[in-house]
């Protein structure tokens, strides 16, 4: 079944510790998106991607990074990890950067506990 | 800064029931609105709106947006308790990746 892959989907990590969220999408899209989802907050934006070899900062990209070696793989990566970064990851694609006409299809999401 | 608003945040009806279900926004370079439908995992599509007052429908489900005003709505007739989710609202800015501004989200419970 086409759609984006996220993984892994839950993880525990300790403070300090580094970890990288893998997201796969099998669409073609260009675009590419990483959201954060709070409690009371929705989701808001951390890093993006218009196409292969192009990122760009969201709302709230301190802390993270991403590359985009290629169009199907956008990976997420926390150099050092605070308990604030406890949270639930959503990768997301869309076919055109310009998400007002066409819209996100979304993985099922990184459950990451920072303790 | 842009917002996106919803109310109630949360609501349990029994199932036959109608809901609505609001959105009001400010989204700078505004392009079109779109609802979301969140159960436990991702969030799957349900309309994208872009001009005032034609309404969108699928199924049981229909939604409406007024520029005007600045807002939307989302009904579901007859609800279910499948129906039951978090459904979320989001303002689609254009900028050059088209900036999303996500509201809170709506609960939705439905009981049997």
């Known amino acids: 079944t086409a759609g984006i892959t996220q993984a892994p989907t839950s993880q525990i990590l300790a403070a300090g510790r580094s970890m990288t969220l893998r997201c796969t999408q099998d669409m073609r899209h260009n675009a590419m998106y990483w959201y954060r989802q709070d409690l009371g907050l929705g989701l808001r934006l951390i890093h993006y991607s218009n196409t292969a070899g192009t990122t760009g900062k969201g709302e709230v990209p301190d802390g993270y990074s991403v590359s985009r070696a290629n169009t199907d793989d956008f990976p997420l990566t926390l150099a050092s990890a605070v308990p604030s970064q406890t949270s639930v990851y959503f990768c997301?694609?869309?076919?055109?950067?310009?998400?007002?006409?066409?819209?996100?299809?979304f993985g099922n999401g990184t459950r990451l506990t920072v303790t | 800064e842009d917002k996106v608003v919803q109310s109630p945040l949360s609501l349990v009806v029994h199932e036959g029931d109608t809901v609505t279900l609001n959105c009001s926004y400010e989204?700078?370079?505004?392009?079109?609105l779109l609802w979301y439908k969140q159960e436990k995992k991702a969030p799957t599509f349900l309309f994208m709106l872009t001009s005032s007052g034609i309404e969108k429908k699928s199924g049981r489900l229909s939604s409406i947006l007024d520029k005007k005003e600045l807002f939307s709505i989302l009904n579901i007739t007859a609800t279910q308790t499948g129906d039951s989710a978090i459904y979320l609202c989001?303002?689609?800015?254009?900028?050059?990746?088209?900036?999303?501004?996500f509201g809170q989200g709506t609960i939705l419970t439905v009981h049997p």
């Open positions: 989204v700078t370079n505004f392009r079109s």
């Open positions: 989001v303002g689609a800015g254009g900028t050059s990746y088209g900036k999303l501004t």
């Open positions: 997301a694609s869309s076919d055109s950067a310009g998400t007002y006409n066409s819209p996100l299809h």
